[in-house]
């Protein structure tokens, strides 16, 4: 086992709380943006991703060259940029129209959730009864906080269908993420990195949007100078280099740690939406978290795939 200083475990163990800082700060970001710019929500994650994608390759020429996908690896990448990067930011934007960002925040940790269910049936991973109590935990916390939000100033017909947008989001995730396993256990070819492989997920899903795009004319209505630095914010911070820092916290701690600072990112989303954009705090988000937090943590104590 490689000994790792103390000073590198600091850095990366404050890498990684950045990172989960800058994911929980997306939520308000992201209520600000999709309300505000209703009309052009394509545009928005077309530009989120436009911040984005020069800077993962620039990282991705320093660090490994220039990385270029085999023939054979472009079904699966398209498949992967369509359920992680198109579906998920749809998910995503649209949620954020509808329903508060700290009940987003908490709604998305069900993620993990939906990677060890689907685990089962497109990895044949089994799960054991504690599992199955750990999916029920988070399941009861996610219902908690959809019917039972202190955040009543919106109604609940929107925050329903809102926090619905948020699970379909996590769902698309999920099936990104499996894909990602699959790619990585299963295929015995040379394989992409995992930074690499972003990299390329990420371009490819920019490009899915510029249809949408065209469709909603950007280009005649004007953008202010807030806008742009909120986009930037998407795709510079929370996006590039929350993906960069986070691949670094894996080489480094491993993915079991790395995730412990994701489980998280609530917290940082809540207390951002409560102080940003004045959503209420309330006893009720405090016990979902705790539900998806706790369920969250027995689900991942499953055994690796096979």
Avoid: C
């Avoid at 497109?122 to 202190?150: D, E």
């Avoid at 990585?184 to 995992?194: I, N, Y």
Wanted: charged share 10%.
């Amino acid at each position: 086992m490689v000994e790792i200083s103390s000073r590198k475990l600091a850095v990366t163990n404050l890498m990684m709380l950045t990172v989960s800082v800058l994911w929980g700060l997306a939520w308000p970001v992201g209520r600000l943006l999709a309300t505000d710019l209703v009309d052009v929500p394509f545009t928005v994650m077309f530009l989120r991703y436009t911040f984005a994608v020069p800077l993962l390759f620039t990282w991705m020429w320093i660090k490994e060259g220039n990385i270029a996908p085999q023939k054979s690896d472009w079904t699966t990448l398209v498949i992967m940029a369509f359920t992680s990067v198109f579906l998920y930011q749809i998910g995503y934007m649209f949620g954020m129209q509808k329903t508060a960002a700290s009940d987003a925040s908490l709604v998305i940790g069900f993620n993990p959730v939906f990677v060890a269910i689907l685990s089962m049936w497109m990895l044949s991973h089994k799960m054991s009864s504690k599992g199955f109590f750990g999916i029920s935990l988070s399941f009861t916390g996610i219902i908690l906080i959809f019917i039972a939000s202190p955040n009543i100033d919106i109604p609940l017909e929107d925050r329903l269908l809102g926090n619905g947008m948020i699970t379909f989001g996590a769902f698309t995730y999920a099936i990104y993420v499996i894909l990602v396993r699959k790619y990585m256990l299963v295929s015995d070819k040379e394989k992409l990195s995992s930074l690499s492989l972003i990299a390329w997920v990420s371009l490819i899903g920019w490009v899915l949007f510029i249809p949408f795009v065209i469709s909603e004319s950007p280009w005649n209505r004007s953008w202010s100078t807030n806008e742009w630095f909120l986009i930037g914010y998407l795709g510079i911070l929370s996006t590039a280099l929350s993906y960069v820092f986070f691949a670094i916290g894996i080489e480094v701690i491993g993915a079991n740690r790395a995730a412990s600072f994701v489980n998280i990112v609530p917290i940082f989303g809540i207390l951002s939406s409560w102080f940003w954009l004045n959503e209420e705090l309330g006893w009720i988000q405090l016990v979902s978290f705790g539900l998806i937090f706790f369920g969250v943590k027995m689900v991942n104590t499953q055994p690796p795939e096979d």
